[in-house]
């Protein structure tokens, strides 16, 4: 296993490869992670990091001019975000032979807005129900998947599809947010203003209170600013009834 150190990176073989992109070969080096790629200098279009060990696809510096990655067999499993920050202008990744599980495992590249051409042969998620319509979806810039091109009807049926599941989960969300679960806190409605006659209603009927209880939850009131419930002449209806129902929201 060898890190990838500036000794090693300024070591390594560098060409300019068929398709006229100056690169940068790490391949065969056992490499565990990505690092110290600010000693390219941004120099490479290209960099191949085929056949090494690496878990996770993350740990560049600001490298606008790369433009293509080579990452098979490596043991990749997750992929970081924000790569749009550190290299903006990637264009093809191959990610062949990688341990890529789930199909979100990939989401984090459709912040790459040129990226045209993927690969993911030999990857779990490539055995997935869906998955070039989901990779399509996700990825509406490619044009190239797995070395194959993406035709006008894949583009469609992905869109029917999740559309219509993106659709159906809003739905789904909405109903349950509608929906009372026993035990939450109800929110209240907020409580009526006090008019100055409201107050000086709620003041006789204090007076007038035939017990301490009823006096006591009448004065609360109007600390609050809540109107009770009371009768024409004044009093607090139901004041027969030790002072319960005492409050009209």
């Given amino acids: 296993m060898v890190r990838l150190t500036p000794e090693v990176i300024e070591n390594a073989p560098?060409?300019?490869n068929p398709v006229g992109q100056y690169e940068l070969c790490l391949r065969d080096l056992k490499i565990p992670l990505i690092e110290n790629l600010g000693a390219t200098l941004n120099q490479f279009d290209t960099l191949d990091l085929t056949n090494n060990d690496l878990r996770k696809l993350d740990g560049f510096p600001f490298l606008p001019k790369i433009k293509t990655l080579y990452l098979s067999n490596n043991r990749i499993t997750s992929i970081a975000q924000n790569l749009e920050e550190y290299i903006p202008n990637l264009d093809t990744v191959i990610l062949n032979n990688n341990s890529l599980q789930n199909l979100a495992d990939i989401d984090p590249l459709s912040t790459l807005p040129k990226l045209a051409h993927v690969s993911f042969i030999g990857n779990p998620i490539a055995m997935t129900k869906d998955y070039r319509l989901y990779i399509i979806h996700m990825l509406p810039n490619l044009r190239t998947l797995d070395?194959?091109?993406?035709t006008?009807?894949?583009r469609e049926s992905a869109s029917k599809i999740y559309k219509s599941k993106s659709s159906k989960k809003n739905?789904?969300?909405q109903n349950q947010t509608?929906?009372?679960v026993p035990g939450e806190q109800l929110t209240q409605r907020p409580a009526s203003r006090l008019t100055k006659k409201d107050a000086e209603a709620i003041k006789k009927a204090i007076k007038e209170a035939k017990s301490l209880e009823e006096?006591?939850?009448?004065t609360a009131m109007l600390q609050a600013g809540h109107m009770p419930n009371l009768n024409n002449d004044g009093n607090n209806a139901n004041s027969n009834t030790s002072?319960?129902?005492l409050m009209e929201i």
């Fill in 147 to 150: 070395f194959n091109r993406i």
């Fill in 243 to 245: 002072g319960t129902n």
């Fill in 152 to 154: 006008n009807k894949e």
């Fill in 171 to 173: 739905k789904k969300k």
């Fill in 215 to 218: 006096m006591e939850k009448l």
């Fill in 14 to 16: 560098q060409y300019l």
């Fill in 178 to 180: 509608n929906t009372f």
